[in-house]
């Protein structure tokens, strides 16, 4: 015999562990899915599951903050953003968005850092290292990654 609990630890990791790659998935397609001008005036915050009325599929809605002003905005945006979210991760994964509003001053809705654009050299010195690197998505996400770095070091 064994004991429940293990039982239980194993299904609810499968379970939440696919909860939170989806919202990660959104997190690092965030820029592509409401547009530059609004990437750092919003945020994702919560996927909420629920059965549908006929009991087949799982439908999901995605809880975005941001302040009441945007809200109004993207709400006129609401089909374009579904129509994104779902163009890339698959037909009708998210069905309905709801905004929750927080404070213009609130911790949730940093604004982007000025990025410091790194010199001829140390973007070329960046490209020879991933040279080798085959894979087109691996290699851009390696460069971002490096661009930090250089960018970090020198601030």
Known sequence: MRPLSEAAARIASLNFSRKYIAIGKIVSHWEDIVGASFADKAQPMKIHYRKSKEGKALQASLDIATTGA??????????????????????????????????SNSNLLKPKRRTIPLSEAEQNNLSEMLDGVQDHAIKDRLQKLG????RKEKS
């Open 70 to 103: 945007h809200a109004t905005t993207l709400h006129y945006q609401k089909d374009l953003i579904l129509e994104r979210i779902n163009r890339i991760f698959g037909d009708d994964w998210i069905t309905a968005i709801r905004f929750v509003t927080v404070s």
């Open 147 to 150: 661009q930090e770095i250089i």
